[in-house]
């Protein structure tokens, strides 16, 4: 919902006035139309428009030509009864149009379709299930136990998603994917535009429960963890995900035997920022280099900028996120192994079950 575009005047803006009205207990929720409250306030001046207040219809906003105008609707109509408005008693203060929202310094442009992300390997379907579809998978886990993390709630199904070690443990299984998700997982592969999805075979099931503000650190889905495509459905509420890119990170598959776990510094400024804007229903799929050489993240907002337009988070947001759980696959990495001036870059290879790294020939303990 775009926020409101009217606020309260205070000291700081110069002046306790305004041409500008709100107006409570008034509204098409109470049998009032806009066009009847403006006729109404319109023997005080000329009225330039009336707006709603908020989403409750029973508040508006009565914008005046003149400052004078306002004043004396005010002086007359605040705390008395109106026989013109069906007898309603009205309350009236001030009122000034909110300052613009001026996106901070590390805003970043956020897109609404994958083709305008430009991100290879990401693709985004919108309305992937229906209404009543999205109203019975949350009845559905709503009906079984949640886990509480720090600031979220979870539930895994297929395997249990370790966060301490970012792995799964695949010989602890818990069990098939629930049937609530079979539709799901069925449309799942009929995916377009993308090679492999039909055989997925998708295992592993974390569903999260994210309240208002609460987002998600910026991080890549361990490799060797799951395999190469992760769905995730957003359900109950939209937000923003980001996508970062840091220097020299390339990914390229390599056939070893080995496992690699490689994250790059997510303190590093540095980096390529696009984002894009995950409505309700809508299935985004993260496969090769969107999933390999991006970190996501979804900020810690309650509003979201998008566009023009100040989205606010809903009362929830629940992603069914959806993978495979991976084979011994590897991945070598092209990047910096020194500060980026130098220009001295290094493939490394990590090997998790000796601990060694191999940079050129040479290694070192971990």
């Known amino acids: 919902m775009e926020l409101p575009r009217f606020t309260r005047p205070n000291q700081h803006n110069g002046s306790s006035s305004s041409p500008i009205l709100y107006v409570a207990n008034c509204g098409p929720a109470v049998g009032i139309s806009h066009p009847t409250i403006a006729a109404v306030f319109a023997h005080f001046g000329h009225v330039k ?25 005010l002086e007359t109509l605040h705390g008395r009864p109106c026989p013109l408005l069906g007898g309603r008693t009205l309350h009236i203060r001030y009122s000034i149009i909110r300052p613009s929202i001026s996106q901070p310094n590390d805003s970043v442009s956020v897109s609404l379709s994958a083709s305008e992300l430009d991100i290879p390997g990401l693709f985004l379907l919108h309305d992937f299930v229906n209404a009543k579809e999205e109203e ?30 970012r792995n799964v443990n695949t010989k602890h299984q818990l069990g098939e994917l629930p049937p609530f998700v079979s539709h799901v997982v ?4 009929l995916f377009p535009n993308t090679e492999d999805v039909a055989d997925a075979s998708l295992d ?56 690699l776990k490689m994250e790059n510094s997510v303190n590093d400024s540095n980096y ?50 959806f993978r495979k759980v991976g084979r011994d696959n590897a991945y070598v990495l092209s990047i910096p192994l020194v500060p980026v001036e130098l220009t001295l870059h290094a493939f490394i290879i990590i090997d998790v079950k000796t601990a060694v790294i191999s940079t050129h020939g040479n290694s070192e303990i971990l």
């Open 49 to 73: 428009g009336v707006h709603a207040a908020d989403d409750t219809g029973a508040r508006v906003i009565v914008c005046f030509s003149e400052e004078s105008s306002a004043q004396a609707a």
């Open 136 to 165: 019975d998978l949350l009845r559905e886990v709503d009906a079984r136990p949640w886990n509480n993390l720090a600031k979220r709630r979870v539930q895994h199904y297929g395997y249990e998603f370790c966060y301490q070690t």
């Open 186 to 189: 069925d449309r799942i592969s």
């Open 204 to 259: 592993q099931l974390t569903v999260n429960e994210y309240p208002p503000g609460v987002g998600l650190s910026p991080h890549i889905d361990t490799h060797s963890a799951f395999e190469g495509l992760i769905f995730s459905l957003s359900l109950a509420g939209p937000c923003i995900m980001e996508f970062r890119r840091y220097p020299e990170g390339a990914w390229h598959e390599f056939p070893l035997s080995i496992d």
């Open 272 to 321: 390529l920022r696009k984002a894009i804007y995950l409505p309700p229903r809508s299935m985004l799929l993260l496969s090769g280099e969107a999933r390999y050489a991006w970190h996501h993240y979804i900020p810690h907002h309650k509003i979201d900028m998008v566009k023009d337009s100040s989205i606010r988070r809903a009362p929830r947001r629940v992603s069914f996120t």
